[in-house]
Each structure stands twice: as structure tokens, then as C-alpha cells.
């Protein structure tokens, strides 16, 4: 990537050490929200709730009321899958199980309901692979209603362990009062959660993750195609998830892969399901058509190196615990600036994995993102006569800065 320079400044708590890379010709954006038509070259989705965001960097490409609060309907199911996967990761549950589907399952969310169901029969045993097909595919209520009462005996109490979920994710403008989305219940989200539970799938369930791309689940004897149509776009749609209700209109989160880069969108009270679709597709298409994910440095790539004080050597290789990817425009690569901020010299002994800085990257010298640098290697306490030299140059170090 390029030379690594030093050079030193004060600080108050002690001297900072900026390690400053050579230009490597790369242009940012911010993880901010982008002027609406400017973002999207003219194109403005016509719901009421827009977000697209890259996976790999978490910036936002385009927000239209990404914060507003609205009501999830089937989107609420998302949730349901990422507590049910989770309790198969744990090993609480297993795909090979089964769970009833209980009378209140089938009336409520079932062919009596006519709404979105799996149609399993009354008091039938339904495997747990089988739960979460039909709720991922078919959009199933009677599929996530019968989930749910299989984890935890109850919704109430299914959707208590929803909500705790919620928080743990920093999912702050998130309420669940059920696992179906069905109206009667205080169910609530945002476009910025949703995109925050859709990274959360995709990153710790991705066998489980794979159902959304499925195009048909048959169960009972009764054929439905995937409700999602973002799939059969052309796009590289892989998931997720599409909803509706007359309180809250036609909602979707899409997630979609081209090369090495994956997109999220989430479109919230559109007028129409044709609406839903050509927000959403046409957000993905201009994402992917305009952005790039670059990677700067990979994960235990020396990035720089840092000064020890009474250690056995005088320096320490410094790196980064995770790939630090960018954001970049496509065809405009001339302005990036990174560099490793710590305070040292980093006294001795200092063991690999020790944290020790930050990496921030800016672009004309506006802030964009910073990752967490931390020893590449131990380094061990010193022979006496190394630490006498290092404190005699601190001391000198300390005289020149008066």
C-alpha cells in the first residue's frame, strides 16, 4: 500500500505518534446521508422510507427517512428467524425437532386466518426445518406463530426474547409485541434497524440465511413461490424479506451480492408492490453501478509500527484485527489519507493482540472511518541497560519539548 512515514506532534497525554500513508489515490464517502436526487443520479425512490447500505463498510449510500419509525408487518418475521437460529447455533434447538402447530397457530395465522401461511393442519407436528421455510419463504404467520410457541410456550413471552434481541443489536427504534407481524400487537422498526438485523443474519447464520434465496417451498401439498421480487430481477438478490398491511403499506429489505460486494435496501410505505419493486431495484442497480468496495489492508497486514519504551526491541509491527475495507466511487481514486494515531512510546511488555491505537482514514482531511490497530507480535521487557537508554532518551525527548 505504499511507504509508511512518521513523524511526531504533543499531546496532553504524551506524545502521539501519526503514522501518515503515502497516497494511495483512492476517494471516499462519508457514511452520511448523501443529498437524495445528487445520490441517486437523479432517482428518487417514491416511498416513504429509502435506505441502501454497503455490507462491508456500513456506509449509507442513500437515506430517505431512514430513521422513521413505521410498522414492520412481515419484516417482523426477520426477527423471528434471527431468535430461532439462534437457539440452533446455541444447540437449544434442531432442525430434525418438531413443534405443534397448536390450535391458536392455525386460527390465528393459518387457512383460517387467510392470510400468508404454510397450511399446516390443526394439532399436526411440523419439523422445525420445515418452520423455517415456511416462514422464509411463504411468509408463513402460522409458521412463525407455531415457532415461537415451540421456543418459548407463548408470543408474549417469544417476542420478550425479540426484544431483548432488539437491544442487544443496538436495534433502538425497535418494538415487538409478535413474532408474525399480523395487526394487534405494538410492533415497530426503522429502515436503519432493519438494516442492522439484515447484517446480523447474513454474518452469524448464513446456512440458515440461505433459505431466503430459495424460489418455491412445498408443504402439505401446496406449492408457493418466494415472496420476494427482487430474486428473479437479475440483480444477484439473495434474500430477504417482503411485507404489507394497510397501516403501514408495501415494505421490503433486499440484500444483493455482485462480485465481492453486498448491498442492503430496505423500502418502507410504498403505495404498491410495483412501487416496492422498482424502488428497491433501482436503488441496488445505481448502488452497484456507482460504489466499490476497496480493501486497504487485509487482517495481520503490518500497517505500521510503533516506538516501545524498556522493551527488548524498540519497535512494535502494529496491525489491523479485521480487513479494513472502503467505500469508494468508482473511477475516483486520488484522495485517500490514513493514518495509525496512539499514544506512546508503548511501555513494555506488550503482548500480541494488546490494543494499541487507531487507523483512521480521511479524506481532505475530513473524517471517514477508523479501525482498531492492535501488536502484531510480543515484545518482552528488556535487558537493564536497553531500559537505561530508553528512559535517558525520554528524558532528553522531554527537556526538547519545553
Given at each position: 500500500?505504499?511507504?509508511?512515514?512518521?513523524?511526531?506532534?504533543?499531546?496532553?497525554?504524551?506524545?502521539?505518534?501519526?503514522?501518515?500513508?503515502?497516497?494511495?489515490?483512492?476517494?471516499?464517502?462519508?457514511?452520511?446521508?448523501?443529498?437524495?436526487?445528487?445520490?441517486?443520479?437523479?432517482?428518487?425512490?417514491?416511498?416513504?422510507?429509502?435506505?441502501?447500505?454497503?455490507?462491508?463498510?456500513?456506509?449509507?449510500?442513500?437515506?430517505?427517512?431512514?430513521?422513521?419509525?413505521?410498522?414492520?408487518?412481515?419484516?417482523?418475521?426477520?426477527?423471528?428467524?434471527?431468535?430461532?437460529?439462534?437457539?440452533?447455533?446455541?444447540?437449544?434447538?434442531?432442525?430434525?425437532?418438531?413443534?405443534?402447530?397448536?390450535?391458536?397457530?392455525?386460527?390465528?395465522?393459518?387457512?383460517?386466518?387467510?392470510?400468508?401461511?404454510?397450511?399446516?393442519?390443526?394439532?399436526?407436528?411440523?419439523?422445525?426445518?420445515?418452520?423455517?421455510?415456511?416462514?422464509?419463504?411463504?411468509?408463513?404467520?402460522?409458521?412463525?406463530?407455531?415457532?415461537?410457541?415451540?421456543?418459548?410456550?407463548?408470543?408474549?413471552?417469544?417476542?420478550?426474547?425479540?426484544?431483548?434481541?432488539?437491544?442487544?443489536?443496538?436495534?433502538?427504534?425497535?418494538?415487538?409485541?409478535?413474532?408474525?407481524?399480523?395487526?394487534?400487537?405494538?410492533?415497530?422498526?426503522?429502515?436503519?434497524?432493519?438494516?442492522?438485523?439484515?447484517?446480523?443474519?447474513?454474518?452469524?447464520?448464513?446456512?440458515?440465511?440461505?433459505?431466503?434465496?430459495?424460489?418455491?417451498?412445498?408443504?402439505?401439498?401446496?406449492?408457493?413461490?418466494?415472496?420476494?421480487?427482487?430474486?428473479?430481477?437479475?440483480?444477484?438478490?439473495?434474500?430477504?424479506?417482503?411485507?404489507?398491511?394497510?397501516?403501514?403499506?408495501?415494505?421490503?429489505?433486499?440484500?444483493?451480492?455482485?462480485?465481492?460486494?453486498?448491498?442492503?435496501?430496505?423500502?418502507?410505505?410504498?403505495?404498491?408492490?410495483?412501487?416496492?419493486?422498482?424502488?428497491?431495484?433501482?436503488?441496488?442497480?445505481?448502488?452497484?453501478?456507482?460504489?466499490?468496495?476497496?480493501?486497504?489492508?487485509?487482517?495481520?497486514?503490518?500497517?505500521?509500527s510503533g516506538t516501545v519504551f524498556g522493551g527488548a526491541t524498540r519497535a512494535v509491527p502494529l496491525v489491523s484485527p479485521s480487513d479494513v475495507d472502503i467505500l469508494v466511487p468508482r473511477g475516483k481514486r486520488d484522495k485517500l489519507k490514513a493514518r495509525i494515531v496512539y499514544t506512546g512510546p508503548i511501555k513494555a511488555p506488550i503482548e500480541k493482540g494488546r490494543s494499541i491505537g487507531r487507523?483512521?482514514?480521511?479524506?481532505?482531511?475530513?473524517?471517514?472511518?477508523?479501525?482498531?490497530?492492535?501488536?502484531?507480535?510480543?515484545?518482552?521487557?528488556?535487558?537493564?541497560?536497553?531500559?537505561?537508554?530508553?528512559?535517558?532518551?525520554?528524558?532528553?525527548?522531554?527537556?526538547?519539548?519545553?
Amino acid at each position: 500500500m505504499g511507504v509508511i512515514s512518521a513523524m511526531t506532534a504533543r499531546s496532553f497525554g504524551g506524545r502521539i505518534l501519526r503514522l501518515a500513508a503515502a497516497a494511495v489515490g483512492l476517494a471516499l464517502i462519508a457514511a452520511a446521508k448523501p443529498p437524495a436526487k445528487e445520490a441517486a443520479n437523479g432517482f428518487e425512490p417514491k416511498a416513504d422510507v429509502a435506505l441502501l447500505v454497503d455490507d462491508a463498510t456500513g456506509a449509507v449510500l442513500y437515506a430517505k427517512n431512514a430513521d422513521k419509525s413505521f410498522i414492520p408487518a412481515s419484516l417482523t418475521k426477520m426477527m423471528t428467524v434471527a431468535v430461532a437460529a439462534r437457539e440452533l447455533k446455541e444447540g437449544r434447538l434442531s432442525l430434525d425437532g418438531e413443534f405443534t402447530m397448536s390450535e391458536h397457530a392455525w386460527r390465528t395465522g393459518g387457512a383460517p386466518s387467510h392470510t400468508s401461511s404454510m397450511f399446516a393442519p390443526v394439532n399436526s407436528k411440523v419439523k422445525v426445518s420445515d418452520l423455517f421455510r415456511g416462514i422464509m419463504i411463504q411468509s408463513a404467520n402460522d409458521g412463525a406463530i407455531a415457532m415461537a410457541e415451540g421456543i418459548a410456550g407463548t408470543e408474549i413471552a417469544f417476542a420478550e426474547l425479540m426484544n431483548k434481541r432488539a437491544a442487544e443489536l443496538g436495534m433502538t427504534t425497535t418494538h415487538f409485541g409478535n413474532p408474525s407481524g399480523l395487526p394487534g400487537a405494538d410492533n415497530r422498526t426503522s429502515a436503519r434497524d432493519l438494516v442492522t438485523l439484515a447484517r446480523h443474519l447474513v454474518g452469524q447464520y448464513p446456512e440458515i440465511y440461505k433459505i431466503y434465496s430459495e424460489r418455491e417451498f412445498t408443504y402439505n401439498k401446496i406449492r408457493q413461490r418466494n415472496r420476494n421480487p427482487l430474486l428473479d430481477d437479475g440483480i444477484g438478490a439473495d434474500g430477504i424479506k417482503t411485507g404489507f398491511l394497510k397501516e403501514s403499506g408495501y415494505n421490503l429489505v433486499g440484500s444483493a451480492v455482485q462480485g465481492t460486494q453486498r448491498l442492503y435496501v430496505v423500502i418502507g410505505g410504498a403505495a404498491s408492490e410495483k412501487e416496492r419493486g422498482e424502488d428497491a431495484k433501482k436503488l441496488i442497480e445505481w448502488g452497484f453501478r456507482t460504489f466499490e468496495t476497496v480493501r486497504i489492508y487485509k487482517a495481520g497486514e503490518v500497517i505500521g509500527s510503533g516506538t516501545v519504551f524498556g522493551g527488548a526491541t524498540r519497535a512494535v509491527p502494529l496491525v489491523s484485527p479485521s480487513d479494513v475495507d472502503i467505500l469508494v466511487p468508482r473511477g475516483k481514486r486520488d484522495k485517500l489519507k490514513a493514518r495509525i494515531v496512539y499514544t506512546g512510546p508503548i511501555k513494555a511488555p506488550i503482548e500480541k493482540g494488546r490494543s494499541i491505537g487507531r487507523l483512521q482514514v480521511t479524506n481532505d482531511d475530513k473524517p471517514l472511518v477508523d479501525y482498531e490497530v492492535v501488536a502484531g507480535e510480543a515484545v518482552a521487557v528488556g535487558e537493564i541497560g536497553q531500559r537505561a537508554v530508553d528512559g535517558a532518551r525520554e528524558l532528553l525527548i522531554g527537556l526538547l519539548r519545553r
